[in-house]
């Protein structure tokens, strides 16, 4: 075959392969409906807090599961802290195996036992289990874990894709159930007998709860706050991150693959030679929910990532007493890549801030893409 023929045979897969890119570029939505999260009645948020309720403990033990190589940020971080910061049960974070839990797609965090360190402290089992989304579904020590943990009466709690650890350990099966829109499909295979419900952040089914997308884990701990110590309690906590309500109220029909969102995640991968990296410094006392939802946004734009770094290369504990790992030493981080939660702001606002500023940087599309990776109900004219 002369270099012709095979230059030509060569342009001819590539127009074939760019055509049907373009073709499903074109078949996606063009936005997302403009939807309203339809009202929760009284009788069913009553019977979720009623399926939350403590059942082995006055004070419950709560356990935060993670898989040592990859954990997602936000499902890992934010439960402790709020959970912590409410000061209404033990909370402990625990990791597959020795060492410390790599997050994605930001920050290290060094946990407080292993799964088998937790199983020899506490033969009786945790009064709930709280498990993120992880790089892998099927990691056999952390389903063998899961369905033991369930026979010994923890109810189980599946924040964001971390429903789909809980499908492929059984727990799901026959259930209701829902999780963040991009892995329902994914969740479904796992466990076909579930049943998805729509327009819920998070639904119980006896012992097993999951939620939407990351955002979700903030109202989510609320309610489990107020179903361990009632709704006043969850009220001041609610107040000190920034949150007017945290129903089960949820758009569903917000949060899709559309035609935006993809082109701008291809536009934004394409510019390989437009990246940020921004330096997210780590002190003593930082609020680890911010930080979390800081570090996990910027992390999200396709164009730029976080490090994170400190003065010295010790674990700096958060105001919760999580201890974080620093990426790097820097004293001189430039400050125009530096970000840093503010001190005195609240986490939710937080989140919205950073939002802005992605927005103010890279475009409204960019903060769009980022939101929407978040389950995160903002209303923007991208929407």
Not at 84 to 107: F, W
Not at 135 to 150: E, G, K, N
Request: glycine share 6%; charged share 20%.
């Amino acid at each position: 075959m002369s270099k012709v023929h095979l230059l030509s045979g060569v342009l001819v897969v590539l127009v074939l392969c760019l055509g049907g890119f373009g073709g499903w570029i074109l078949s996606l939505p063009a936005a997302t409906a403009a939807v309203e999260a339809p009202p929760v009645p009284r009788e069913e948020a009553d019977a979720m807090l009623a399926a939350l309720k403590p059942v082995k403990r006055e004070r419950p033990l709560i356990a935060v599961i993670a898989l040592n190589e990859a954990t997602e940020t936000t499902d890992y971080l934010v439960p402790a802290g709020i959970l912590r910061r409410a000061d209404v049960a033990d909370v402990v974070m625990l990791a597959s195996g020795p060492g410390p839990v790599t997050l994605y797609p930001a920050l290290r965090v060094i946990p407080d036992a292993t799964l088998a360190q937790f199983d020899a402290a506490h033969p009786e089992g945790a009064d709930y289990v709280i498990v993120p989304a992880m790089s892998r579904d099927d990691d056999p020590a952390v389903l063998t874990w899961l369905t033991s943990q369930a026979a010994k009466k923890a109810r189980i709690i599946g924040i964001c894709a971390g429903a789909k650890v809980v499908a492929a350990s059984g727990l799901l099966d026959g259930r209701r159930a829902t999780t963040h829109w991009y892995y329902l499909r994914e969740m479904l295979g796992r466990s076909p007998t579930t049943t998805h419900v729509a327009d819920r952040r998070m639904v119980s089914d006896e012992a097993v709860t999951t939620t939407t997308g990351i955002s979700a884990s903030m109202p989510m701990m609320l309610t489990l706050i107020e179903a361990i110590a009632g709704r006043t309690k969850a009220e001041a906590v609610a107040r000190d991150l920034g949150m007017g309500e945290w129903d089960a109220g949820h758009a569903s029909g917000a949060f899709r693959l559309t035609r935006p969102f993809a082109v701008t995640v291809l536009a934004n991968r394409m510019a390989f030679w437009n990246r940020d990296e921004f330096g997210l410094r780590l002190e003593p006392g930082v609020d680890e929910v911010s930080l979390a939802l800081v570090a996990d946004a910027w992390s999200r734009t396709y164009r730029s990532r976080v490090t994170s770094f400190a003065a010295s290369a010790d674990a700096i504990e958060t105001r919760s007493g999580l201890r974080l790992i620093p990426d790097s030493l820097a004293h001189d981080w430039p400050e125009t890549r530096r970000i840093l939660p503010l001190p005195a702001e609240r986490p939710a606002n937080a989140l919205d801030r950073t939002l802005d500023s992605i927005a103010a940087r890279y475009g409204g599309a960019t903060a769009d893409v980022v939101a929407m990776q978040l389950e995160y109900p903002r209303v923007t004219a991208g929407r």
